[in-house]
């Protein structure tokens, strides 16, 4: 009645589009959250176990008032630790951001093989392992160094025909991922502990020893450390599975600056904002950098060339104001090298 009132007042025909309109504007929830929107910035978050990549990005949005937000490499919901999430503009960094050496602290348990690789699974195998040699131990997870070729777990977010490994392994499909190319920097055995697997669907069998491996990686992009587990228990004479997995940094993001959900909620309520990493901080930490001056700045934000880079590959130019203005690679351009823009930030 009142749209029909205010129609004919304003000598407007009553129609459907009025109405879904007047409805739009005089419905329009209120936000009475405490905080600011954030529009802009990085935020170090560290995973709780038990919540997906995606829980931690809709947390996030709700926090910075904004949704455009996404992350940086996906941890599986029984992983912990460094996820790396952007907000605004700083969604547009995650693809380098992503590409950085990570470092993990994984738990392999020696003698049981699970469906899924990690703690998660339903147990496919148990031999069991009686023991580990030291030495050999450390001779075997060497082998791991460097530029490998692995196998990722076929519970993975990998496509085969257009759908996602692991749906086609919960539909009951058989599948074979191809081996990659992957990059491992280090593995240290940090140390290990003698347990007892007890199978909990046969509760009057002995229990099966085991042993728990825990090590320190630091990878390149693109590496399963669920695969790598199942790998050097396989090059150890038996099968493995992860029990724990976490991330404990990402390029120079560490998790001594990640903070759990929990903890940012009752930050931004203190604070009255969302603290972030601003992208000039965000793009020094994956990043060289490089200081350009007022001219550079608005040559690269119309999306012009300028004097290339000393630093061969991707380069975050900064301006004298300490924004990031854009990311540059040097490029042949008319018979010289040029610095172009792969990605402008801050646009004229």
Request: hydrophobic content about 40%; overall charge positive.
């Amino acid at each position: 009645m009142l749209a029909r009132r205010r129609n004919r007042e304003l000598g407007c025909p009553l129609s459907r589009i009025n109405l879904v309109a007047w409805h739009a504007v005089n419905t329009k929830r209120i936000d009475t959250r405490p905080w600011a929107k954030t529009d802009n910035g990085v935020i170090v978050v560290d995973k709780p176990q038990g919540w997906t990549s995606h829980d931690v990005v809709g947390k996030i949005r709700s926090l910075a008032k904004n949704r455009r937000v996404g992350h940086a490499g996906t941890l599986d919901p029984m992983a912990t630790g460094v996820l790396v999430v952007g907000i605004g503009r700083g969604t547009k960094l995650l693809q380098y951001i992503v590409d950085a050496p990570k470092e993990y602290v994984a738990t392999v348990r020696l003698g049981v093989a699970t469906s899924t690789e990690d703690a998660e699974g339903e147990v496919t195998l148990a031999p069991g392992c009686g023991g580990v040699d030291a030495d050999h131990l450390a001779r075997v997870v060497e082998r791991f160094v460097g530029d490998i070729q692995q196998v990722p777990s076929a519970v993975s977010a990998i496509k085969v025909d257009g759908k996602r490994a692991y749906a086609r392994v919960r539909a009951g499909e058989t599948v074979e991922l191809a081996a990659r190319p992957i990059t491992i920097h280090s593995i240290f055995v940090l140390g290990y502990e003698p347990q007892f697997h007890r199978d909990s669907e046969r509760p009057n069998e002995a229990p099966v020893p085991v042993m728990d491996v825990t090590i320190a990686v630091r990878c390149g992009a693109g590496t399963y450390i669920r695969a790598l587990g199942r790998d050097i228990a396989h090059a150890l004479g038996t099968v493995g599975h992860l029990t724990a997995l976490r991330r404990t940094s990402v390029g120079g993001f560490s998790s001594a600056q990640a903070r759990t959900p929990t903890q940012l909620e009752g930050e931004t309520i203190s604070a009255g904002a969302l603290a972030v990493t601003t992208l000039a901080d965000a793009a020094a930490k994956v990043l060289p950098v490089r200081l350009i001056d007022e001219n550079e700045s608005a040559e690269l934000g119309y999306g012009r060339s300028i004097d290339p880079s000393d630093t061969p590959g991707v380069v975050a130019a900064i301006g004298g104001d300490g924004e990031l203005v854009a990311l540059v690679n040097n490029q042949s351009e008319r018979a010289q090298v040029r610095a172009r823009p792969v990605l402008v930030v801050m646009p004229r």
